[in-house]
């Protein structure tokens, strides 16, 4: 965790990437701060020569060339230019090291998400582990799976691409709900999240085919969600 001195160096930083880019983009007044938002993303509010950012606070430790890169990216989309991430973002926030370190800030954030795998009645480390004896995931895959207790939601699972997670409801945490569903559940969105990468800051669109065929018994997993009227 950053002190305050460090994470007020960082902004200051930041601050001075985003002017001298903006004026590149006719901006005179550029703000930025840090904001911790739950998920990665970026805000701002603009004028006429006058600019101000909400960065999330997942930044904070980025180096210099990596703010250049996030900052020439923002300001081409504002132009109205493509706005790609360069592959030394892309290359900085798809890195494990990233979603190790910033993992725990997010599940915190997540109101609904407990951070202990072992539910009441099942255990989401003991779903991977069957995943990895099955080849379906490598043993170095990074993948980390949560509770998520929001009953509001009709979703199976959800994920986060950056942070490698992948959320599954207590819905599935009883002692009558097959392995193979929950196991289904959890392979499913780790594909996403491997097709979310390849796709992360590019002009391509993720794909919504999926190999699911390589899971054993997916057609039987896929009406049990039906009859459980959840959704992935």
Same mark, same amino acid.
């Given at each position: ?86 592959? $030394?973002? @892309? ?7 990233? +979603?190790? %370190?910033?993992?725990? =800030?997010?599940?915190?954030?997540? *109101? ?83 097709? $979310?990468? @390849? ?7 993720? +794909?919504? %085919?999926?190999?699911? =065929?390589?899971?054993?018994?997916? *057609? ?13």
């Amino acid at each position: 965790m950053k002190t305050a001195t460090q994470i007020e160096a960082a902004k200051e930083m930041m601050t001075d990437v985003f002017s001298r880019i903006g004026k590149q983009y006719a901006y005179e007044n550029v703000s930025a701060d840090f904001v911790a938002f739950k998920q990665f993303k970026v805000q701002w509010q603009r004028s006429y020569n006058w600019i101000a950012f909400r960065i999330s606070d997942y930044m904070v430790d980025a180096p210099e060339n990596i703010m250049e890169d996030l900052a020439e990216s923002i300001f081409a989309k504002i132009a109205g230019k493509q706005g790609l991430y360069s592959d $030394g973002m @892309r290359g900085w926030v798809l890195d494990d090291d990233f +979603s190790i %370190r910033k993992r725990p =800030t997010f599940i915190r954030r997540g *109101r609904y998400l407990s951070d202990n795998p072992l539910g009441e009645h099942k255990n989401l480390n003991d779903a991977i582990d069957r995943l990895v004896s099955k080849g379906l995931l490598k043993k170095d895959h990074n993948i980390r799976a949560v509770w998520n207790s929001d009953a509001r939601s009709d979703m199976a699972a959800t994920y986060s691409v950056l942070m490698r997670t992948i959320m599954v409801t207590t819905a599935l945490d009883e002692p009558d709900a097959p392995d193979d569903v929950i196991d289904y559940v959890i392979y499913h969105q780790y594909l996403r999240i491997q097709e $979310g990468a @390849r796709t992360f800051g590019t002009e391509e669109e993720p +794909s919504t %085919r999926l190999d699911d =065929t390589k899971f054993e018994g997916y *057609r039987e997993a896929e009406r049990a969600l039906d009859m459980l009227c959840l959704a992935l």
